[in-house]
C-alpha cells in the first residue's frame, strides 16, 4: 500500500517551460488536491477535485491548471512557468472523515 | 473567511521540555480542527484532530482542546523528545457551506529538540 505517490521529486524548470507533476492515490479516496508550500506561508490549497470529474480552483490557481485522470491521478500542469512559481508541490487525498494524506512532495525551482 | 493563526517559531526547546504552541482560528459556525506535522523532507501526517467544542484530540503524548470560547486549538506536550523535531501546522476544515473538505493551514511552526 504505497498511499500517496508523486512524480518528479526535484524538478528544474527554466521560465516559460511547462510541465505536469503527477499524484496518484491507492487508497480509493473521492477526493484529491493540489497545494504548494512556501517558507512562512504554510500550505495554499491550488486546486481541488472533489470526486472524479469534477476539478475546482483552490486559493491560489492562476498559472496552473489539472486535471482528474481517474479516481486514483491527479495531475497539476504548469503551461508556462515563472520564478514565481519555484515551491514545494504536494498533492494529497482524502476520505470521508477529512482526514488528509500526503505525498512527499515535488520540489520545483524554476531559473 | 476563514483563518488560522499560530505562533510564530522557531521554538527550540532541550528533551524532556514542556511544549505549547498556539493556535488560533476565525470561522463562521462550528469547525472541525486539526494538528498536522511534517518530519523533515516528508510531506504532512494528521497528528490529532477534534470536530466539537471542548473535545480533546491526542496521540503520541500530544494533546489540543477545542475551546470554542477562545477560539483556540494550542498543542501541548509533556515532556519533548529530539524525534518530536518538526514543523507543526494547525487547521481547519469549516463545517458550513458546500465545500466542506477543504482545509485552512496556519503557517507552520518549526520546533527543534535539543538533547
Known amino acids: 500500500n504505497a498511499g500517496v505517490t508523486q512524480t518528479p521529486k526535484f524538478q528544474v524548470l527554466k521560465t516559460g517551460q511547462s510541465m505536469t507533476l503527477q499524484c496518484a492515490q491507492d487508497?480509493?479516496?473521492?477526493?484529491m488536491y493540489w497545494y504548494r508550500q512556501d517558507p512562512g506561508m504554510g500550505l495554499r490549497l491550488i486546486y481541488y477535485?472533489?470526486?472524479?470529474?469534477?476539478?475546482d480552483k483552490g486559493e491560489v490557481p492562476n498559472g496552473y491548471n489539472v486535471s482528474r485522470l481517474n479516481k486514483r491521478e491527479f495531475s497539476l500542469r504548469l503551461e508556462s512557468a515563472a520564478p514565481s512559481q519555484t515551491s514545494v508541490y504536494f498533492c494529497?487525498?482524502?476520505?470521508?472523515?477529512?482526514?488528509?494524506?500526503f505525498g512527499p512532495g515535488t520540489r520545483l525551482t524554476v531559473t | 473567511g476563514d483563518s488560522v493563526t499560530q505562533m510564530e517559531g522557531p521554538v527550540t526547546l532541550s528533551e524532556e521540555a514542556f511544549l505549547t504552541i498556539n493556535c488560533t482560528y476565525t470561522?463562521?459556525?462550528?469547525?472541525?480542527l486539526f494538528w498536522y506535522v511534517q518530519y523533515p523532507g516528508e510531506g504532512l501526517q494528521l497528528l490529532l484532530k477534534?470536530?466539537?467544542?471542548?473535545d480533546k484530540g491526542s496521540n503520541k503524548g500530544f494533546e489540543a482542546t477545542y475551546r470554542k470560547e477562545t477560539t483556540s486549538f494550542h498543542l501541548e506536550k509533556g515532556s519533548v523528545q529530539v524525534s518530536d523535531s518538526a514543523v507543526y501546522f494547525c487547521?481547519?476544515?469549516?463545517?458550513?457551506?458546500?465545500?466542506?473538505?477543504?482545509?485552512?493551514f496556519g503557517k507552520g511552526t518549526l520546533l527543534t529538540v535539543n538533547p
Open positions: 477534534a470536530t466539537k467544542a471542548d
Open positions: 487547521a481547519l476544515r469549516s463545517n458550513s457551506g458546500g465545500s466542506n473538505y477543504k482545509l485552512t
Open positions: 470561522a463562521t459556525g462550528y469547525p472541525s
Open positions: 477535485s472533489a470526486s472524479e470529474g469534477t476539478t
Open positions: 487508497m480509493n479516496h473521492n477526493s
Open positions: 494529497a487525498s482524502s476520505d470521508d472523515r477529512d482526514r488528509q494524506y
